[in-house]
C-alpha cells in the first residue's frame, strides 16, 4: 500500500504544477495534471480527456490577467497507487475588465500514480464564496456529502456559477466541454 505520506507529498507536488499552470497559462502543463481519461467538472461542465481539458481551461484563462490558486492540505484516503480527498482552495483572481475577486471553494478529488508521478483522474469542483476579500460577496449554496472520507458520486454535476463569465461556448463544443 502506499503510504499516507508518500501519498501527501506527490499530491502537494501535483497541487503545485497546477497551480503554476494556471498562473502561467500553460494549458499543455494544466492538462498534463490529469489522466489521458482524466475528467475535470467545474461549473456546470465536465471535461473528458486532456484535450478537451486544455481546450477548457484556455478559454477560462483567457479571461483573466492572471489567477493565483491557494491549495489547503489535502484530506486523503490511499490506496495501493490511488487516492481520493477533498482540498479547500481560494483563488486570487485579476480580470482583463478590470474586475478582480477571490473564490473559495472545495475541490473533491480521485488521484492515480503514474510512472511515479501523481495525476488527477477525477475532481469536481464546488464554489462556496466569490467576491471581495473582505468576505462581504456572494456565499453560495452548497451541498454536504459528509465527514471524509465521504465524496460525491462521480456523476455528480457541479452547479453553473461561472460559465457565462468565462465565455464557454456550448456544451460539445471546443473548449466548452459537455
Known amino acids: 500500500m502506499t503510504s499516507l505520506a508518500d501519498a501527501q507529498a506527490g499530491i502537494r507536488d501535483l497541487h503545485a504544477r497546477y497551480t503554476d499552470a494556471t498562473w502561467r497559462k500553460d494549458f499543455d502543463a494544466f492538462a ?3 489522466m489521458p481519461d482524466g475528467e ?7 471535461f473528458r480527456g486532456r484535450q478537451e481539458i486544455r481546450d477548457g481551461i484556455a478559454v477560462i484563462l483567457d479571461k483573466f490577467h492572471g489567477v493565483l490558486i491557494t491549495f489547503r492540505n489535502p484530506i486523503l484516503t490511499v490506496g495501493q497507487g490511488v487516492a481520493s480527498g477533498r482540498t479547500y482552495i481560494d483563488e486570487r483572481c485579476a480580470w482583463k475588465n478590470g474586475n478582480t475577486n477571490i473564490s473559495i471553494g472545495c475541490y473533491y478529488e480521485h ?12 475532481r469536481l ?10 468576505m462581504t460577496g456572494t ?19 457541479t452547479h453553473d456559477m461561472a460559465s457565462t463569465r468565462w ?7 471546443a473548449g466548452g466541454g459537455n
Do not use: K, N
Open 32 to 34: 498534463g495534471c490529469f
Open 40 to 46: 475535470w467538472r467545474i461549473s456546470g461542465r465536465i
Open 111 to 122: 488521484f492515480v500514480e503514474m510512472d511515479g508521478r501523481w495525476l488527477f483522474d477525477w
Open 125 to 134: 469542483f464546488e464554489m462556496y464564496y466569490r467576491g471581495d476579500p473582505d
Open 139 to 157: 456565499f453560495l449554496e452548497r451541498r454536504e456529502w459528509g465527514p471524509p472520507p465521504a465524496m460525491p458520486p462521480r456523476d455528480t454535476i
Open 167 to 173: 465565455g464557454l461556448p456550448p456544451a460539445g463544443e
